[in-house]
């Protein structure tokens, strides 16, 4: 099995910036895809970003494009989205995602972290 846990959440005014990670244990030769989800009040979950392990392509929504930063620690098993100029739209809760291909729908994914609230507020 594997656990993703995810931390870094947080509130911060516009302009601002964040860093979630999200730290994989257990038999990780079991996914080589990582990446985050989000959801806001009354919306359906977006694909925000995914990381492929072997090849370190990454996908961004065009939403996050040139202001969200995906990168992963191979030795560590932890991925990392650095979050910068964040704008009132970047609210939702953040869920870390993890399994051996990238092009899934977030109920596809075998693994799943707990979430982590993102905030952009003045």
């Known amino acids: 099995q594997v656990q993703l846990v995810e931390s870094g959440g947080g509130s911060v005014q516009p302009?601002?910036?964040l860093?979630?990670?999200c730290g994989a244990s257990g038999d990780t030769s079991r996914f080589q895809c990582m990446g985050w989800f989000r959801q806001s009040s009354?919306?359906?979950r977006e694909r925000v970003t995914t990381?492929?392990?072997p090849s370190d392509y990454a996908y961004y929504?065009?939403?996050v494009k040139g202001r969200f930063t995906i990168s992963l620690d191979?030795?560590?098993n932890t991925a990392y989205l650095e979050m910068t100029n964040m704008k009132p739209e970047d609210t939702a809760i953040y869920y870390c995602v993890a399994?051996?291909?990238c092009y899934l729908?977030?109920?596809e994914f075998q693994f799943r972290g707990q979430g982590t609230q993102v905030t952009v507020s003045s």
């Open 42 to 44: 009354g919306n359906v």
């Open 99 to 101: 399994d051996r291909m």
């Open 61 to 63: 929504a065009n939403s």
């Open 19 to 21: 860093r979630l990670s």
């Open 15 to 17: 302009g601002g910036s």
């Open 74 to 76: 191979k030795a560590r």
């Open 51 to 53: 990381i492929y392990r």
């Open 105 to 107: 729908q977030f109920g």
